[in-house]
């Protein structure tokens, strides 16, 4: 594990609120890494073993510390990213209660099940080492939704976490060493890109999972595949919101800004596309203007601060630069889309209407708080202009027909779909979905199924 240094370092914690340097990390040596990964592989040989319930107790164990720790946890969170801190408390309660879900069904899910052959069942059993490579904008639920699974399966981790979140990712190894897992079952390994690459084609780790870019993720499921090994992409979004018929349409509008506003729009199942049925669309779009106006960036430790800054002023002069964009290519900007006095990473809301096929803005994910709104003029318009994008997350669907929203969600191309509510986020459910927002599926029983031995028995 790499020790705090001043020169030469990686992995910073620069708090993106005040510009303020609150620590750095030196970037993890061939030798740790080597240590890390041998490390793993010999803690395997305990905790693969391991009962069920051993490994059930640990996870019970881990989800009780979170919650203890949660103020502490979410403080780092918030001065390494910028977040919210109440969704940094919320965040790490989330972190438990995946923990607390799988201690208590994770027994069940690895039981044997009987094949439709005499004397024949099929095991789950652990694969090995896993690595996991780890994005910034949830720094503890990220790791939770892939260690807290993995472990139940007796799997041993190795986590790379984002540079931006060194400290947060140290504090989560602790709480799982702290509930009792052996050493080594479980490591943050501060590597560079280099060192990443090494471990994610070394032949001693057996998957690899990674949450961030498209372009990280075919970098990554490019040596995975060289090397054989399975691998879980969770990689962008750009969701869809299809509002078709309201007997509220306030209501569906101020959940529309409550959605995109969380984790100042850094997050990958937020909706970044509203699809409203022409009827509705010019009132549509006044009300949310209103609504994000409402949206003031400020310190994300003051509890009345209803948008924290994004999570670096590069980040926020990459979104407004999209903006700028956009607007250069015909789209008309109703309200924000520049930084604030506050600082430079923070932005105010931006709304965005006229983005046209063929320009940048359709395409890309606008990965911060900026809302396009398209107006559809029918039903076959509204999943079209949906179904139109690169990635293939989540979407939501708001209609007073429940045919109709049936109908709708039958036909969108998308992993996860939510009716007349936001997207849910809960251990419960499984998370994933298609065209390029990855492969692979986290949470729920489906968590449990990606990285397991799924071993064949005839008596």
């Known amino acids: 594990m790499s020790t705090p240094a001043m020169a030469g370092t990686a992995f910073r914690v620069l708090n993106p609120a005040t510009g303020e340097v609150f620590a750095e990390y030196a970037e993890a040596t061939a030798a740790e890494v080597e240590d890390a990964v041998d490390s793993a592989r010999r803690a395997f040989a305990e905790w693969g073993p391991a009962t069920a319930e051993r490994r059930a107790a640990v996870l019970r164990a881990a989800a009780g510390l979170l919650l203890e720790r949660k103020e502490k ?3 780092l969170a918030t001065e390494e990213m910028g977040k919210l801190l109440g969704e940094a408390v919320a965040e790490v309660e989330l972190c438990a209660e995946i923990f607390a879900y799988y201690a208590e069904h994770g027994p069940g899910f690895l039981a044997d099940e009987t094949l439709d052959y005499a004397g024949a069942v099929l095991q789950r059993r652990p694969l090995g080492t896993i690595l996991g490579i780890m994005p910034w904008n949830y720094p503890y639920y990220q790791i939770a939704r892939f260690a807290a699974p993995n472990l139940m399966l007796g799997n041993t981790l190795l986590v790379k976490p984002a540079p931006a979140c060194p400290r947060s990712a140290l504090a989560f190894e602790e709480v799982l060493l702290d509930a009792g897992l052996p050493a080594g079952a479980y490591r943050t390994v501060l590597a560079g890109v280099e060192q990443t690459a090494v471990m994610v084609s070394d ?15 075919a970098a990554v499921g490019a040596l995975a595949g060289a090397g ?16 078709l018929d309201s007997e509220d349409l306030d209501s569906v509008v101020g959940l529309a800004a409550a959605a995109r506003m969380e984790n100042a729009g850094q997050a990958c199942t937020s909706p970044k596309r509203f699809i409203v049925a022409a009827p509705l669309y010019e009132d549509f779009v006044a009300g949310l203007a209103a609504r994000l106006a409402a949206y003031v960036p400020g310190d994300p430790l003051d509890p009345a601060t209803r948008l ?4 670096s002023a590069a980040a926020a002069r990459t979104l407004l630069a999209q903006v700028e964009g956009a607007v250069g290519e015909g789209a008309t900007l109703h309200c ?3 930084s604030t006095v506050a600082g430079e990473a923070h932005v105010a809301p931006a709304l965005l209407t006229g ?6 803005a359709y395409r890309e994910e606008l990965f911060g708080p900026v809302a396009v709104v398209y107006k559809a003029e029918d039903e076959d318009d509204a999943v079209r202009l949906a179904n139109d994008s690169p990635y293939g997350l989540g979407a939501s669907v708001f209609t007073a027909d429940a045919g109709r929203a049936d109908r709708i969600a039958e036909r969108l191309e998308v992993g996860m779909v939510s009716v007349n509510r936001l997207a849910p986020s809960s251990a419960a459910l499984p998370f994933g979905g298609v065209k390029n927002s990855g492969v692979g599926r986290e949470l729920g029983p489906l968590g449990m199924d990606e990285f397991v031995n799924r071993k064949l028995l005839v008596r």
């Open 355 to 360: 983005v046209r096929p063929g320009t940048s």
């Open 73 to 75: 946890l979410a403080r």
């Open 336 to 338: 924000g889309g520049f």
């Open 228 to 243: 054989l090994k399975k691998h879980v992409l969770e990689l962008g979004g750009s969701d869809a919101f299809v509002v």
């Open 308 to 311: 924290a800054p994004m999570s």
């Open 203 to 217: 032949p001693r780790i057996q998957g690899v999972s990674l949450t961030g870019s498209e372009r990280a993720g």
